[in-house]
T-cell receptor
């Protein structure tokens, strides 16, 4: 069953603007990750936030997590044309022989130069 | 170069062919994964191997047959595929498949684009 759903599905901004993407999920999680995918390529891990964390930063990326609302957001500040890609959240739930790692449908970000 | 290499990058096959996708990782990871990515759909987990043992089969049709001879290599054998199996097949690895938070930070290969005619 689908766990993460990103919103919006697509986002177009100008270079230098900030981009915010949201992820909502349904069940309890242990941590949440964000990945980026350039067209036709594999996904690249960006950042991991644990369920007991509320905010995390990495360079121009800022991730928040609200477990009461079962949602997370990814903020990219001062966007660049090279940030054009699809962004996915992935929720992780521990248990069993394999932790459950479920990806959302992604947000397609286009940064216009 | 991510440390996870997939071959071939592109594959076109007929429904009666037999082919294989190969994945190799040089990261010292113990878990390997196959994902299917189709247009407009979430990434679908197919198989997980942890220390060479299959720990997850996400109800994948038997026309897809995985093989994991060691922790560094993963294959996906394909036979009698359908046109709807056309997709990007992504291999990934992680330190482990279970346990604490860093276990499932995935490193992906560039993918194998499969077209079934």
């Amino acid at each position: 069953s689908q766990q993460g759903e990103e919103d919006p599905q697509a986002l177009s901004i100008q270079e230098g603007e900030n981009a915010t993407m949201n992820c909502s999920y349904k069940t309890s999680i242990n941590n949440l990750q964000w990945y980026r995918q350039n067209s036709g390529r594999g996904l690249v891990h960006l950042i991991l936030i644990r369920s007991n964390e509320r905010e995390k930063h990495s360079g121009r990326l800022r991730v928040t997590l609200d477990t009461s609302k079962k949602s997370s957001s990814l903020l990219i500040t001062a966007s660049r044309a090279a940030d054009t890609a699809s962004y996915f959240c992935a929720t992780i739930t521990y248990g069993g022989a394999t932790n459950k790692l479920i990806f959302g449908t992604g947000t397609l970000l286009a940064v216009q130069p | 170069e991510t440390g996870v290499t997939q071959t071939p990058r592109h594959l076109v096959m007929g429904m009666t062919n037999k082919k294989s996708l190969k994945c190799e990782q040089h990261l010292g990871h113990n878990a390997m994964y196959w994902y299917k990515q189709s247009a407009k759909k979430p990434l679908e987990l197919m198989f997980v191997y942890n220390f060479k043992e299959q720990t997850e089969n996400n109800s994948v049709p038997s026309r897809f047959s995985p093989e994991c001879p060691n922790s560094s290599h993963l294959f996906l054998h394909l036979h009698t595929l359908q046109p709807e199996d056309s997709a990007l097949y992504l291999c990934a690895s992680s330190p482990w498949a279970q346990g604490v938070s860093g276990a499932n930070v995935l490193t992906f290969g560039a993918g194998s684009r499969l077209t079934v005619l």
